[in-house]
Structures are given as structure tokens and as C-alpha cells.
């Protein structure tokens, strides 16, 4: 089967809203922290090795990122900045903070939030407060439970029941969650079937 999210591609960074493309067509929004493995991730749905920069310094990622998916002028994937960054000044921190929630709250294209969770230190505040930007709107999100090869089979599938069973608690039906290791691509294909289901490929 063709992977249509390989056809992605860097359209355009945005440090402000005023720079933020026409809100219009489909958009799926990656969260995460800064060191989840976002960048991986992204790179490895899209069976990409650099389409997402991948950096050694946590929190480099300082605009939301949009990649078009070729040949859809109007499909795209939204880079966020990475979250939980101790690196970065207080007054950049509200700006991003201010920045992200007037997108989750306000963006018509937005169909989807993957959050990305190291699955060593799932569900931090960040990240359920980026769920609850979406629940709110009634928008759905998947959990990708990162770095799943860090931990063994059993552990992982414990730690992958444990967040379902909080998730279901906190968000009802609204978030599904799996796990996921860009490193032996595992959940990819799960992750790749969600994004491309949303953005109607």
C-alpha cells in the first residue's frame, strides 16, 4: 500500500498567527515534549529521514511547522513547538503558550492532534493540557506512546492499558493511544491509518 503522507513536504514556518497559511482544507497537529521523539516520529510516518529536523538541543523547534501533503494544496501536518523546554525565557514560553491555544481554539482546518509521549513518562500536565484543547472542541486525538523499544513487550503493553484506562477516564472516547518506536517502526502503520484517515487520503 502507497503511503500518501511520504508526499509531504516543508511549506512554511509561523512565529505569529498573522503568518499561519489560509484556514481552510484538513490539518493534523504533532504535541509533544520536547524530547518525546516528535521529530522521529513525524519522519517516520512520512518515511522521510529529514523532513522534521531532528535536534540535540530539546525545544529547538520555536514556529509551528506546516508540511503540505503533495499533491493537496490544502492537506497538511502541523509541527509544534516542542513543549516542557527548561532552555527557553519565561516571556517566550507565555508567547508560545498564547500563541498554540488561540490555534487549538480558533483553526477551522485543524481535524486531529497526535500527542507524543515518551512512553516512559506518559501523560505529563502539558500533555493533558493539549488534549484538553482539542476534547473541548469535540475534535479527536491519538496518543503515540514513543520509544516503545526502550522498554519489553510486556512492560510496554502494560504501560499502553494503563494510559488507555486513564485516557478513557479523562477524555471518554475521544483519544485513542498506541504504542510506537520510529527506531524499528513499529505503530506506524497504526499512526500513518489515523493521520490519513483524518485528513482524508
Not at 512565529?15 to 484538513?26: I, K, N, S
Not at 484543547?133 to 496518543?143: D, F, I, Q
Not at 502494560?158 to 513499529?186: I, M, P, W
Amino acid at each position: 500500500m502507497t503511503n500518501p503522507l511520504a508526499r509531504a513536504r516543508y511549506r512554511l514556518s509561523a512565529h505569529t498567527p498573522a503568518q499561519l497559511p489560509p484556514d481552510q482544507g484538513f490539518e493534523v497537529a504533532f504535541a509533544g515534549r520536547s524530547n518525546a521523539g516528535k521529530s522521529s516520529a513525524l519522519n517516520a510516518i512520512c518515511q522521510q529521514n529529514a523532513l522534521a529536523r531532528v535536534s540535540k538541543t530539546p525545544g529547538r523547534t520555536q514556529q509551528l511547522v506546516f508540511f503540505q501533503v503533495d499533491p493537496h494544496e490544502d492537506r497538511h501536518l502541523v509541527d509544534l513547538p516542542g513543549y516542557g523546554y527548561a532552555k527557553v525565557p519565561r516571556e517566550l514560553q507565555a508567547h508560545w503558550q498564547a500563541f498554540i491555544a488561540g490555534y487549538f481554539e480558533s483553526r477551522e482546518a485543524l481535524r486531529g492532534l497526535v500527542v507524543v509521549m515518551d512512553i516512559r513518562h506518559p501523560l505529563k500536565d502539558y500533555d493533558r493540557q493539549m488534549l484538553g484543547y482539542v476534547v473541548s472542541r469535540g475534535l479527536p486525538a491519538h496518543a503515540l506512546l514513543t520509544k516503545a523499544d526502550k522498554l519489553g513487550r510486556g512492560a510496554a503493553g502494560n504501560v499502553l492499558q494503563a494510559v488507555r484506562k486513564e485516557l478513557k477516564a479523562g477524555y471518554g472516547d475521544g483519544v485513542s493511544v498506541q504504542t510506537f518506536s520510529a527506531l524499528q517502526k513499529t505503530g506506524v502503520d497504526e499512526a500513518r491509518a489515523v493521520i490519513g484517515g483524518w485528513l482524508e487520503l
